[in-house]
Every structure is written in structure tokens, then in C-alpha cells.
């Protein structure tokens, strides 16, 4: 089930997280060792709503029970390609841990910076480079799954699989009876 689209917010903090182990001696040296995966986060705030607004999006949150429910979100914006993409994109197979997969069908360009995604996964990536038409595409973080070949890509209106990152919500409503909430999500895969 998708997060409601209507109101949408009014602001966003986005995030990603690459945890890892790092360690400095008193001398200077320094040492890291990436562990784990990468996961985006974000905070959503919402404009001043109406009761009428705020009620759809309360009843959803609270539907989800914490960070116990996963549900889709499409971020406004951030969640469509910046270059002049368009056509089926399919891609050949590619394996776990691989930051590039070669596509076909792309018309018009993709831009370092869009996120994408694979029919085959849940997890969301972003293009490191740009891609004018078919060919090689550069990703991070790694793939954490093998793309079977002819695998969609999507490129426009990407939705990000999130659960909420709190148990505990809450929302404010202020002497002109208008309803303030922010969100934190975290992807969840």
C-alpha cells in the first residue's frame, strides 16, 4: 500500500547512510573498513493542514504500527530523472556487488544524481555518472541482488520500499487549528 500522495510535503532532508568501522590512533593513523549496506533516509514535513488534510495521513501512520509496517513512498521531486529520459529501459543480467549494469532502450539522457531502480528489487540506487542513450550505467551503493537480463529499469517516479524509523509518532495542532507533522523514514529491503 502506498503512502498518501495528497497532501504532499513541503520539505525534505534526504540521507544516505553507509555505516562503517573507523578508527584513529593518538599518532594520526587512520583506518576504515566499510561493513554492512547503504539505506537512504529522509524527513518529511508537511505544510500546516486542516483536520480534514491531517486525518488520511494519521489514520495511515498509525495503520503501520511503528517501524513494524513497510509501505511505498514517492518522494515529490527528488523521485524523477533531471535528464530528458524516456523508453522502456531493460538491463543485461549483472551480478551482486556490481556498481555498473548495461541497459538498452534508453532515449534521452539520465543524470548523475537520479535514482533508479531494478522490477527485481526493492532497493532504490542513484546513478554516480550521466547516460546518454544505451550502455553502461554507474551505481551506488553496490547491487545487493543479481539483475536477471531484460529486467526493467525504472527511472521516473521512483518509489522508495520505507518503514517508519520511530515507534512512537506525534503530531502538533496549534491554536489556529491547523495540524503540523514531519516524518522520519528509513528504506527498508
Same mark, same amino acid.
Not at 540521507?15 to 578508527?23: A, D, E, G, V, Y
Not at 546513478?127 to 550502455?135: I, N, V
Given at each position: 500500500m502506498t503512502f498518501?500522495?495528497?497532501?504532499?510535503?513541503?520539505a525534505i532532508n534526504f540521507?544516505?547512510?553507509?555505516?562503517?568501522?573507523?578508527?584513529e590512533t593518538i599518532s594520526g593513523r587512520q583506518q576504515s573498513r566499510k561493513v554492512g549496506s547503504?539505506?537512504?533516509?529522509?524527513?518529511?514535513?508537511?505544510?500546516?493542514?486542516?483536520?480534514?488534510?491531517?486525518?488520511?495521513?494519521?489514520?495511515?501512520?498509525?495503520a503501520k504500527q511503528g517501524r513494524h509496517g513497510v509501505f511505498l513512498v514517492t518522494p515529490?521531486?527528488?523521485?524523477?530523472?533531471?535528464?530528458?529520459? #524516456?523508453?522502456?529501459?531493460?538491463? !543485461?543480467?549483472?551480478?551482486? &556487488? /556490481?556498481? @555498473?549494469?548495461?541497459i538498452s532502450g534508453l532515449t534521452g539522457t539520465l543524470e548523475a544524481g537520479d535514482f533508479i531502480k531494478f522490477n527485481s528489487? #526493492?532497493?532504490?540506487?542513484?546513478? !554516480?555518472?550521466?547516460?546518454? &542513450? /544505451?550502455? @553502461?550505467?554507474?551505481?551506488?551503493?553496490?547491487l545487493i541482488a543479481a539483475v536477471p537480463s531484460n529486467n526493467q529499469m525504472y527511472y521516473d517516479n521512483i518509489a522508495f520500499t520505507v518503514r517508519l524509523a520511530n515507534d512512537l509518532q506525534e503530531y502538533k495542532l496549534g491554536v489556529s487549528q491547523l495540524y503540523k507533522i514531519e516524518l522520519d523514514f528509513v528504506e527498508a529491503f
Open positions: 498518501p500522495t495528497s497532501p504532499t510535503f513541503d540521507k544516505s547512510n553507509s555505516p562503517s568501522l573507523f578508527s547503504q539505506k537512504w533516509s529522509f524527513t518529511a514535513t508537511y505544510p500546516p493542514m486542516t483536520q480534514a488534510q491531517f486525518k488520511p495521513v494519521w489514520a495511515y501512520l498509525v515529490p521531486v527528488i523521485a524523477s530523472s533531471t535528464g530528458t529520459a #524516456s523508453g522502456t529501459v531493460t538491463c !543485461t543480467a549483472a551480478a551482486v &556487488g /556490481a556498481t @555498473a549494469v548495461t528489487h #526493492s532497493k532504490v540506487y542513484m546513478l !554516480t555518472t550521466g547516460r546518454d &542513450g /544505451a550502455g @553502461a550505467i554507474a551505481i551506488e551503493p553496490p
